[in-house]
Structure formats: structure tokens, C-alpha cells
């Protein structure tokens, strides 16, 4: 039989921002019963008492606390080198059955020079890059008949490498997030694989950026 303190507990891991205010005991206990209740009872199919969700978060917040701190903290502090790269541009364009060429030529051309910075993410409807300055030309030249709905010049990014158990660790990203955000960091571009996280910001906001990725795990 499931419990009402294994439902809440459910419930609040899969939400970062509650599980990390009510670790920090900055929430108002009882207002976070009362607008969890209706998802308590409907899981549980009965009624349930306010006070006993009361008493679940009372006994959770410790043991959040702790995991935060074990689980949390030990995998930002053990992130690997980071790297910084200036003088790029980003480029999105519509898909198209003609995109993909464009892109070999650029894979071809870069083959001869593996100093250039250059990512691609295809989605549904368009399709972004993120390159060196110094390939503006052949862009424009690859991609000269296709529909550029985007493009911004004077940017630099920031890559992480990422400790492995990163991509099961609820609220790794949303830490990491969460600290650009409340610096006033504006995210052009945010690019990410297995091991490797990069955001992509304005030329002016990379000291800023870096200071904070560096300093993450440090906390």
C-alpha cells in the first residue's frame, strides 16, 4: 500500500524548485500542503487529511538536505575542464531537402581546419548552427539559398564537461540554469550532449558566464 509520505515525496523530486526551498526552509509548509493535496488524494484515490501532508514534508526536508548535498553537489563539484571560445555567429534556417548539402560543404571545408568552433542541432522545423566569425563567408556562400530566419554576430560560449551520472541526476541542469538566471545572464543558444554542456551569450557577458560556471560547484 502506498503512503501519503511516499506520494509527497514523489511529488515533490520531481520538482526542483520545491525540493530546494523546502531543503533551505523557505517555504511556507502548510501552503505547500494544501496545493499538493488534491494531487495526494487522487493518487491515493481518498481523502487526506492537510495536516498529515503537513507531517510528510516536516520528516522529507532533512533527508532533501542531504541528498542535495551527497548527490547534488558532489556531481557539480567533480565537473571537468571548461572552454571558452569568442568570435562566433548564429545561424538558424528553415529546413529544407537542400539544408543537409549546405552542410556537408561546410563539414568538408572544416575538415582542413579543426580549429574551428561549429555545432548544428536539426529541429523539427529549422535548423541552428553556431560557428567561428571566420566561416561568415562560406556561410553565406553554402547557405546562400536558403531561408535564414536568425543571425547574430558577437558571441562567445562556455563548455562544461559534464561528470558521468549527470543525466540521471534530477536538477542537475536546472542548478546550473538557475545560476546564469539569477546573474542576469540571457542565453543565446544552449547546446548539450552526453558529456558536454555549452551556452552560447553575448561577447560583453562572457566574464560574467565563465565566473559563474567556474564557481558552481563551489558553493
Same mark, same amino acid.
Given at each position: 500500500?502506498?503512503?501519503?509520505? *511516499? ?11 520545491? !525540493?530546494?526551498?523546502?531543503?533551505? $526552509?523557505?517555504? %511556507? ?9 488534491p494531487s495526494v488524494e487522487k493518487i491515493l484515490m481518498r481523502e487526506? %487529511? ?13 533527508? @532533501? ?12 563539484? !567533480?565537473?571537468?575542464?571548461?572552454? @571558452?571560445?569568442? &568570435? @562566433? ?6 529546413? !529544407?531537402? =537542400? ?23 536539426? $529541429?523539427?522545423?529549422? =535548423? ?8 561568415? *563567408? ?6 546562400? &539559398?536558403?531561408?535564414? @530566419? ?6 562567445? #560560449? ?6 558521468? $551520472? %549527470? ?7 536546472? =542548478? ?16 548539450? #550532449?552526453? &558529456? ?18 567556474? %564557481?558552481?560547484?563551489?558553493?
Amino acid at each position: 500500500m502506498v503512503s501519503i509520505s *511516499h506520494v509527497v515525496e514523489d511529488l515533490v523530486k520531481h520538482r526542483p524548485y520545491l !525540493s530546494e526551498s523546502l531543503a533551505a $526552509g523557505i517555504i %511556507n509548509v502548510s501552503s505547500l500542503a494544501r496545493q499538493l493535496q488534491p494531487s495526494v488524494e487522487k493518487i491515493l484515490m481518498r481523502e487526506v %487529511n492537510t495536516g498529515a501532508i503537513v507531517m510528510a514534508l516536516n520528516r522529507l526536508a532533512p533527508y @532533501l538536505q542531504v541528498r542535495d548535498q551527497v548527490q547534488l553537489n558532489k556531481l557539480l563539484s !567533480s565537473m571537468g575542464d571548461i572552454i @571558452l571560445r569568442s &568570435n @562566433l555567429c548564429d545561424y538558424t534556417f528553415k529546413n !529544407s531537402p =537542400t539544408l543537409l548539402d549546405c552542410h556537408v560543404e561546410v563539414l568538408k571545408h572544416l575538415s582542413k581546419n579543426d580549429e574551428i568552433f561549429y555545432t548544428m542541432v536539426q $529541429g523539427v522545423f529549422e =535548423t541552428n548552427l553556431v560557428i567561428s566569425a571566420t566561416m561568415e *563567408h562560406w556561410i553565406s556562400e553554402f547557405f546562400r &539559398n536558403e531561408i535564414c @530566419l536568425f543571425e547574430q554576430r558577437g558571441l562567445s #560560449s562556455v563548455t562544461l564537461k559534464l561528470p558521468k $551520472g %549527470n543525466s540521471v541526476q534530477a536538477g542537475f541542469y536546472y =542548478t546550473i540554469m538557475k545560476e546564469l538566471s539569477w546573474e542576469g545572464i540571457n542565453l543565446t543558444e544552449v547546446i548539450s #550532449s552526453t &558529456n558536454e554542456f555549452t551556452v552560447v551569450v553575448d561577447n560583453a557577458l562572457i566574464d560574467k558566464t565563465f565566473a559563474v560556471l567556474k %564557481n558552481i560547484g563551489k558553493k
